[in-house]
């Protein structure tokens, strides 16, 4: 079953699991009528269930990168004390890896679960411009998106 082989590629090869993240993104389409996304919680399974078995030879930067990959499908999921202990995990690596990016997405991950916020895309976790398209094209539904996209550095995007 394909489900089946996206769990041992990414267990055996942890760059492959990349093809595993589309399928994700498909899904979502997929499922984004029915609020229980059963596909993509299908897909995020898979995943964290690889990551949780990965090898001990693969890279600390993949390594830190599919944990946070993982903290990140239990935050969309709801389950914020899963996310959070995956999270953590991930950050003890960072002094050993060789990408500064993998700390900063940690560290806003790190808010995002926080704040319990289920988004696929929290508005803090993507670029600012991105972000005010979102705000402009997209109706606010909760105090944090509300505030965020009131913020002048994300206002003044389309005030020119």
């Known amino acids: 079953m394909r489900i089946g082989w996206q769990?041992?590629?990414v267990v055996q090869t942890p760059m492959?699991?990349?093809s595993l993240l589309p399928a994700i993104w498909s899904a979502?389409?997929?499922?984004?009528?029915?609020p229980n996304r059963p596909r993509t919680s299908r897909y995020q399974r898979?995943?964290?269930s690889a990551v949780e078995v990965i090898?001990?030879?693969v890279s600390v930067d993949d390594r830190v990168w599919l944990q946070g990959q993982a903290a990140n499908a239990r935050q969309e999921m709801g389950e914020f004390a899963a996310a959070?202990?995956?999270r953590k995990r991930a950050e003890e690596a960072i002094p050993q890896t060789?990408?500064?990016a993998l700390a900063t997405y940690l560290q806003k991950l790190k808010v995002v679960i926080a704040r319990k916020d289920r988004s696929d895309e929290p508005?803090?976790?993507i670029p600012e411009v991105q972000a005010a398209i979102v705000c402009k094209n997209e109706r606010a539904e909760d105090d944090f998106s509300r505030n965020y996209c009131a913020r002048p550095e994300i206002t003044k995007v389309f005030a020119l």
């Not at 979502?28 to 029915?34: F, H, M, P």
């Open 55 to 57: 090898p001990t030879d």
């Open 84 to 86: 959070e202990r995956i």
């Open 46 to 48: 898979v995943l964290i």
């Open 28 to 34: 979502k389409e997929e499922d984004r009528d029915n």
């Open 123 to 125: 508005l803090d976790m």
């Open 98 to 100: 060789t990408r500064p």
């Open 7 to 9: 769990r041992r590629s």
């Open 16 to 18: 492959r699991s990349s």
